[in-house]
């Protein structure tokens, strides 16, 4: 199962090339999950180019499971941050995934080097 994070989402928004590769498991059957933290980066990046984030926010909620951010997933965030060297955000997203043993899908490649990720 895979874990989009906001890189992946707005690519596929954008319909890039990137975002083709996204499509696949949005348009799939496979359930998807996107950490909460995801929406507060979507929001505020269509906020910032003048756009209403309402449709794209709520394709992501119909489409995916959102996982709120727990006592579990920050801790598990802190020991990411300190191990690979993310910024806060990253870990939390990447802490995620692993605390529901999920694949991350994205294109940041802050992420490259790290196991089960995805890089579109």
């Not at 874990?3 to 083709?20: H, K, M, P, Q």
């Not at 309402?54 to 020991?79: C, G, K, W, Y």
């Not at 955000?89 to 992420?111: P, R």
């Amino acid at each position: 199962m895979k874990l989009l994070d906001s890189f992946a989402w707005i690519e596929y928004f954008i319909g890039s090339n990137r975002g083709a590769k996204v499509k696949g498991y949005v348009e799939g059957k496979e359930p998807l999950y996107t950490p909460s933290i995801c929406l507060t980066e979507i929001k505020s990046r269509y906020l910032r180019d003048g756009k209403d984030p309402t449709t794209r926010i709520e394709l992501i909620a119909e489409r995916s499971f959102i996982v709120p951010l727990n006592q579990e997933i920050a801790l598990l965030a802190a020991d990411i941050k300190q191990k690979h060297k993310l910024h806060t955000v990253d870990a939390i997203i990447y802490a995620t995934a692993q605390h529901k043993d999920l694949s991350l899908v994205t294109g940041d490649q802050h992420f490259k080097d790290l196991p089960n990720v995805n890089i579109i």
